[in-house]
T-cell receptor, first 110, second 111 residues
Framework: GEDVEQSLFLSVREGDSSVINCTYT??????LYWYKQEPGAGLQLLTY?????DMKQDQRLTVLLNKKDKHLSLRIADTQTGDSAIYFC??????????FGKGTRLHILP | ETGVTQSPTHLIKTRGQQVTLRCSSQ?????VSWYQQALGQGPQFIFQ???????GRGNFPPRFSGLQFPNYSSELNVNALELDDSALYLC??????????FGPGTRLTVL
C-alpha cells in the first residue's frame, strides 16, 4: 500500500540542528518531498530529491535518502524561531498524486 | 508567492448542502490537483485534471467532482455535504517544468 510515516512532534533548541525522519512504502516513487506549513497557511515546498539521489543540500537544509530502507530525513541547521511549523514528508506516486505523511510539528525552544 | 489563488478563504455550510471551491493559477499550468487536509492530518489526494479532463483520482466518492477551464482556473464541487467534509481544501498546479505550486487553501466548515 501507499503510506508515509513520520513522528508527530519534535522540540529543538534555537541554534541547534533539527532532524525530521520519515519512512515510505512505495519503492517506485520518483520524487520525495519536504513541505512546510505554517499556521493558517498553505503548503510551501522546501525541497525535493530524486529517488536516484542519496543526498541534497540547499543552504540550511540537507535531505538524506536511504532508498534501501525507504527512509528520508530533513536536517535543518542552526534552527531559528521562524522554522517553527509543521513539516510534511511526501512521495510521488505515478504521474498524478502525492502521498503525504501526517506531518511533524517542530517546536523551537528558546 | 506561488501565483495560485483560491476562493473563498473560509466557508461555512450545513449538512446536505452543495459547495463549489475555486482555484486560479498562472498561464501554462496545465495540471491541477485537489487535496483535502483534515485537522491534524496530511493532505489527501482527491483528483487531478489535465487539459480539462480528470486523469487521476484518490479514494473519494463521486459526490466530489471537478472542472478545469481553458483559462487555467478550476473548481472542486462537493454535493450532499457531510460533517467529515470539514477540512482545508488545497489546490496545486504544475508548470511546464513539472514543478508543483500549492494555493493557500479554502477552509470549509460543515455544521
Amino acid at each position: 500500500g501507499e503510506d508515509v510515516e513520520q513522528s508527530l512532534f519534535l522540540s529543538v533548541r534555537e541554534g541547534d540542528s533539527s532532524v525530521i525522519n520519515c519512512t515510505y512504502t512505495d519503492s517506485s516513487s520518483t520524487y520525495l518531498y519536504w513541505y512546510k506549513q505554517e499556521p493558517g497557511a498553505g503548503l510551501q515546498l522546501l525541497t525535493y530529491i530524486f529517488s536516484n539521489m542519496d543526498m541534497k543540500q540547499d543552504q540550511r537544509l540537507t535531505v538524506l535518502l536511504n532508498k534501501k530502507d525507504k527512509h528520508l530525513s530533513l536536517r535543518i541547521a542552526d534552527t531559528q524561531t521562524g522554522d517553527s511549523a509543521i513539516y510534511f514528508c511526501a512521495e510521488s506516486i505515478g504521474d498524478d498524486k502525492i502521498i503525504f505523511g501526517k506531518g511533524t510539528r517542530l517546536h523551537i525552544l528558546p | 508567492e506561488t501565483g495560485v489563488t483560491q476562493s473563498p478563504t473560509h466557508l461555512i455550510k450545513t449538512r446536505g448542502q452543495q459547495v463549489t471551491l475555486r482555484c486560479s493559477s498562472q498561464s501554462g499550468h496545465n495540471t491541477v490537483s485537489w487535496y483535502q487536509q483534515a485537522l491534524g492530518q496530511g493532505p489527501q489526494f482527491i483528483f487531478q485534471y489535465y487539459r480539462e479532463e480528470e486523469n487521476g483520482r484518490g479514494n473519494f466518492p463521486p459526490r466530489f467532482s471537478g472542472l478545469q477551464f481553458p483559462n487555467y482556473s478550476s473548481e472542486l464541487n462537493v454535493n450532499a455535504l457531510e460533517l467529515d467534509d470539514s477540512a482545508l481544501y488545497l489546490c496545486a498546479t504544475r508548470d511546464l517544468m513539472d514543478e508543483q505550486f500549492f494555493g493557500p487553501g479554502t477552509r470549509l466548515t460543515v455544521l
